[in-house]
């Protein structure tokens, strides 16, 4: 690895933590701006009850005070007390959730990504053919329904009509739907991706020069043009991880899966302000190192491409 190349990783590395800190400070004062509190939903609270719980979670502190507290925390991975989940701390209900929307996430990243290439190479390969405006079609509907629509149609046909599946997240069975809902989508654009990327390389002159010497057909697919028609899938493969863990929010809500989506959508009920701080963050967060890593991978796969 040369210098260049260090040091384009150094900046985009400080770029990627300038950023998370402008997250986390726009975050927490957006969050204290808000009207009102989060104490305003407890029973009959008195404001001696609302003054001892501000002065037990730091709140009743200048907002600099509780700023740099906070980030002094988050550095740590501390997000603080739950406001509404006694005696249970953010951090504990992230890590919690998230090895749920992680497992769902990263079957559904999986899925997308090996039927996606494979459907873009085939229908590239039989361009213009009825196999290939098939494949067309259905792709370039799943891509334009965002995945809390394509769940609502799997959950009322697969589980209220005709009874297949469980409507909750609750068991393995109940899984399926919502991985096949975060599938979906992501997995059409690849498709997408792939077959115009392949058909772009196809006519390039060292595929020609293959076919005149007499190399086998599928051997100038798989190995000449799709080696090179993915580095367009790769670029997109960081975003769509980010993605599909973050977007799952509302398709766990949907199938009721205890995943990390549980804790935020209830958080924002309940203005639990550390909760929604703290999710909004590490999934901020895991968006901004997906991105980073593509920039590095995208550079290692193409080294043609310019660091500047």
Request: charged share 15%; proline share 4%; glycine share 6%.
């Amino acid at each position: 690895m040369n210098k260049k190349m260090l040091n384009y990783i150094l900046k985009r590395f400080l770029l990627a933590l300038f950023t998370i800190w402008i997250v986390i400070t726009i975050t927490f004062f957006i969050m204290h701006a808000v009207p009102g509190g989060p104490f305003l939903s407890e029973k009959a609270a008195s404001p001696e009850t609302t003054a001892a719980l501000q002065a037990k979670y730091g709140l009743d502190k200048p907002i600099l005070e509780q700023y740099f507290n906070y980030l002094s925390g988050v550095i740590k991975f501390d997000f603080g007390p739950s406001l509404k989940y006694k005696g249970i701390t953010v951090t504990e209900l992230i890590v919690t959730g998230f090895k749920t929307s992680a497992f769902i996430g990263g079957i559904a990243a999986l899925i997308a990504i090996l039927i996606g290439v494979f459907l873009g190479s085939i229908a590239a390969v039989n361009h213009k053919t009825k196999l290939d405006q098939a494949i067309m079609f259905f792709s370039t509907a799943f891509v334009a329904l965002p995945s809390f629509i394509t769940a609502s149609i799997l959950l009322l046909v697969f589980c209220v009509k005709l009874q297949w599946f469980p409507a909750n997240g609750l068991t393995t069975k109940g899984l399926i739907l919502p991985i096949i809902s975060l599938s979906l989508s992501p997995m059409s654009y690849i498709t997408r991706l792939t077959r115009s990327s392949t058909l772009d390389v196809m006519g390039q002159d060292y595929i020609r020069t293959a076919k005149a010497k007499g190399v086998n057909y599928w051997v100038i697919i798989f190995k000449h043009s799709l080696r090179n028609a993915l580095t367009p899938v790769i670029t997109y493969i960081g975003p769509m991880l980010a993605s599909v863990l973050t977007g799952s929010l509302v398709v766990e809500k949907i199938f009721t899966v205890a995943g990390i989506g549980k804790y935020f959508v209830s958080s924002i009920v309940n203005r639990d302000y550390m909760m929604i701080m703290g999710t909004t963050i590490f999934l901020t967060t895991i968006v901004i190192i997906m991105l980073f890593l593509t920039d590095i991978m995208y550079k290692i796969v193409n080294p043609r491409v310019d660091l500047e």
